[in-house]
T-cell receptor, first 115, second 115 residues
Framework: DARVTQTPRHKVTEMGQEVTMRCQPILGHNTVFWYRQTMMQGLELLAYFRNRAPLDDSGMPKDRFSAEMPDATLATLKIQPSEPRDSAVYFC?????????????FGPGTRLTVL | AQSVTQLGSHVSVSEGALVLLRCNYSSSVPPYLFWYVQYPNQGLQLLLKYTSAATLVKGINGFEAEFKKSETSFHLTKPSAHMSDAAEYFCAVSEIAGGYQKVTFGIGTKLQVIP
C-alpha cells in the first residue's frame, strides 16, 4: 500500500528557529505539492514540483520559505526564520501527471506550532 | 480563474439520514472536479472525481456526486449517513494553467453525524 510519508508529524519550535519538513512521495510519482492548512485560509498551495523542478512557488513567502527536491524520493520545505503566523498543518501530496484529472495523494501532514 | 464554493462550513445530519454537501464551481474551461475527505489528524484522500465520462460519479464509501453544467454544481450525496462519515469534505476543481495542473480547493465542509 503505497503512501506519502511526512516527517516530523508534529513540531513545536520557538520563533526565529529554522524548521525543516520532509516528504517522501509515492515511488514513481512525478509531481509533488506542498500545501498549508489553517482554519482561516483553508488549504493553500505553497509549491509545486514536476520531475523535481519547481513549476510554481508563487504561494510561498519568498523571504522565509524555501522548497527543494534533492532527489526523486525526498522533498523538503524549510522555514527560516519561523514566526508564530506560520503555525499550521503542512501537507505534502504527490501524483502522476497525466492531465487535468490527476489524483493527488496526500501525506498525513506536519503540524507546526511556532511559539 | 477557477474557484469552488462550498455552501455550509458545518453540516449536521442524523445517522441514517441523507447526506448532501453542496459545491458550486467556476471555471473558464470544461472543469475536472473532485471530492476529497479528511478524517481527523489525517491527510486528504480522494472520494471521487468527475472526468467528463459520466455526469453521475460514484465514489468510495457509498458517496456519489452529480455534475450539472447548467447549475455549475457538483454536489456530494450519500443516501444514509454512518457515524464513520464524520469528517471534513473538500470540493476541488482542476484545470491546466501555465502548463501544469492547477487544483483549487474549497474551504471545506465539516460533517457531523448525530446518533
Amino acid at each position: 500500500d503505497a503512501r506519502v510519508t511526512q516527517t516530523p508529524r508534529h513540531k513545536v519550535t520557538e520563533m526565529g528557529q529554522e524548521v525543516t519538513m520532509r516528504c517522501q512521495p509515492i515511488l514513481g510519482h512525478n509531481t509533488v505539492f506542498w500545501y498549508r492548512q489553517t482554519m482561516m485560509q483553508g488549504l493553500e498551495l505553497l509549491a509545486y514540483f514536476r520531475n523535481r523542478a519547481p513549476l510554481d512557488d508563487s504561494g510561498m513567502p519568498k523571504d522565509r520559505f524555501s522548497a527543494e527536491m534533492p532527489d526523486a524520493t525526498l522533498a523538503t520545505l524549510k522555514i527560516q526564520p519561523s514566526e508564530p503566523r506560520d503555525s499550521a498543518v503542512y501537507f505534502c501530496a504527490s501524483g502522476l501527471v497525466l492531465g487535468s484529472t490527476d489524483t493527488q495523494y496526500f501525506g498525513p501532514g506536519t503540524r507546526l506550532t511556532v511559539l | 480563474a477557477q474557484s469552488v464554493t462550498q455552501l455550509g462550513s458545518h453540516v449536521s445530519v442524523s445517522e441514517g439520514a441523507l447526506v448532501l454537501l453542496r459545491c458550486n464551481y467556476s471555471s473558464s474551461v470544461p472543469p475536472y472536479l473532485f471530492w476529497y475527505v479528511q478524517y481527523p489528524n489525517q491527510g486528504l484522500q480522494l472520494l471521487l472525481k468527475y472526468t467528463s465520462a459520466a455526469t453521475l460519479v460514484k465514489g468510495i464509501n457509498g458517496f456519489e456526486a452529480e455534475f450539472k453544467k447548467s447549475e455549475t454544481s457538483f454536489h456530494l450525496t450519500k443516501p444514509s449517513a454512518h457515524m464513520s462519515d464524520a469528517a471534513e469534505y473538500f470540493c476541488a476543481v482542476s484545470e491546466i494553467a501555465g502548463g501544469y495542473q492547477k487544483v483549487t480547493f474549497g474551504i471545506g465542509t465539516k460533517l457531523q453525524v448525530i446518533p
